[in-house]
Each structure stands twice: as structure tokens, then as C-alpha cells.
């Protein structure tokens, strides 16, 4: 949760599996972690919030005994307030779910803790920031969508970093993460804005060297990051 102290932010790096083998995904998993990652980023899509179909709680308890990873589930779904226990017995860390979603974001909050894990809330590129800003104090992360959730591969959109720095004006302490099109040419703007938490699909499992691709985000990031934060924010 958020707390009112500040603290130097740490860049986290958060590799989406979707882009990965998932035939292979404990192997992925390990892959990754073994490469620097920071969190393992598990996008749930139902069919229905979203056009497109993922995985569930199932393929989550399956892949928990295989890595002691940071299960970081973004789930676009309809009903995220019906897979909180699911996914809570299945292993996962954190919960992310979307505002768009839910007609209660402050009991599902409370449930998500209480299910102990942490929460985070998503926003779609339509959502405006204010629609999140009443229930920030509550959560552990925000995640910004900087493309339209569904698919892997779309193009950033550079027109969602004013939210993040409204954001991060607000709330000095508070992960900030980005998913949607990150890569080299627009870490920097991103963690400039204010985010520190990156989701990179098709940069990192595309890359040559999905290991150097990570450090070079993360190089990026951390230089850009706090470097552009007021002292205060510090
Ligand atoms: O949530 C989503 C898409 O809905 C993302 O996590 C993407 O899967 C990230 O992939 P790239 O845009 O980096 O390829």
C-alpha cells in the first residue's frame, strides 16, 4: 500500500509470458527469472472483458511449484471479484484488476488483501485517471495500459504518460507499472513520466538476447527514473 515516506524507486522488470511458449512455461518462467526478471507478468484474458482467451487459476497452481517467481497476474475479466480465491489458493501474488471491470473497486481492494495478495489497478487507454485516483492510497501497484488490453505486439501509446505523472505527483512511493509496446525507444520516455514497474511481451521474447534486452530496459529506466523525480519525491 501506499505509504506517505519517500524512498529512491526501484525499476522492476516484468516480462509478459504471453509472448513466450506456453507449452513451456515453467521452462519460460525460470528462462526469465534466470535473465534478471524482476516479476513473471501472467496476463488472464476471459473471452469476454477482453477479445481473447488465456489462461486461468489452474495453469497458475500447475506453474507454482515450478518457480518461485513473483506471479504477477493482470486479469481481464469481467467478474475479477469471482477469481480472487481461485487464484488466491492457486499461488498467485498479485491480482491486478481492471476499474472498467468491477462496480466496487474498494471491497474487491480489500478483498484481494484479504486473500493475501497484493492489488493492483488497471486502467484502459479509455479510462481517464481520475476514474483510479480515489482508490490509489489502497493499492500496491496501478498499472497503466498503454495499448488496448487483449493481444500482445500493438503499438505504445505515448498519450497515456500525462497519467502517469499525474500519478506519480500524487503518489511519490507507489509501483507504477506500464504494459503495452515497451522497448527501447520508449522506456525512457515512460520512467521520465514516472512508471518504474515495465511489462515488455514481445521486446524481451523476440530479442536476440532476451537477457541483455532486459538489462538494457532496465539501464534505460533506472537512469531516466529517479533522475527526473523533484527531491521531494525522493
Ligand atoms: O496485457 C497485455 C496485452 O493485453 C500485455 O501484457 C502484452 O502482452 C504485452 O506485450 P507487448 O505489447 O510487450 O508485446
Not at 534466470?34 to 488472464?44: E, S
Not at 499461488?91 to 486473500?115: M, N, P, Q, R, V
Amino acid at each position: 500500500m501506499a505509504s506517505s515516506t519517500n524512498k529512491l524507486l526501484k525499476v522492476k522488470i516484468a516480462p509478459s509470458l504471453l509472448s513466450g511458449d506456453f507449452a513451456q512455461l515453467a521452462n519460460e518462467c525460470q528462462r526469465m527469472l534466470g535473465f534478471g526478471a524482476d516479476y513473471l507478468h501472467m496476463d488472464v484474458m476471459d473471452g469476454h472483458f477482453v477479445p481473447n482467451l488465456t489462461l486461468g487459476a489452474p495453469i497458475i497452481k500447475s506453474l507454482r511449484p515450478h518457480t518461485k517467481g513473483f506471479l504477477d497476474c493482470h486479469c481481464m475479466v469481467s467478474n475479477p471479484e469471482q477469481w480472487v480465491d481461485d487464484f488466491s489458493k492457486a499461488g498467485a501474488d498479485s491480482y491486478g484488476f481492471h476499474i472498467e471491470a468491477t462496480k466496487d473497486a474498494g471491497s474487491l481492494i480489500k478483498k484481494i488483501h484479504e486473500a493475501n495478495m497484493r492489488a493492483c489497478l488497471v486502467i484502459k487507454p479509455k479510462t481517464p485517471v481520475e476514474a483510479a485516483l480515489p482508490y490509489l492510497k489502497d493499492v500496491d501497484m496501478v498499472l497503466i495500459m498503454t495499448v488496448e488490453p487483449g493481444f500482445g505486439g500493438q503499438k505504445f501509446m505515448p498519450e497515456m504518460m500525462p497519467k502517469v505523472t499525474a500519478i506519480r505527483k500524487e503518489f511519490p512511493n507507489l509501483d507504477i507499472q506500464v504494459d503495452g509496446g515497451i522497448d527501447l525507444t520508449n522506456v525512457g520516455l515512460a520512467s521520465s513520466a514516472g512508471a518504474n514497474v515495465f511489462v515488455a511481451g514481445s521486446s524481451i521474447f523476440h530479442a536476440q538476447s532476451p537477457k541483455d534486452m532486459i538489462a538494457e530496459l532496465r539501464k534505460i529506466a533506472e537512469s531516466k527514473l529517479n533522475s527526473s523525480l523533484t527531491p521531494s519525491q525522493l
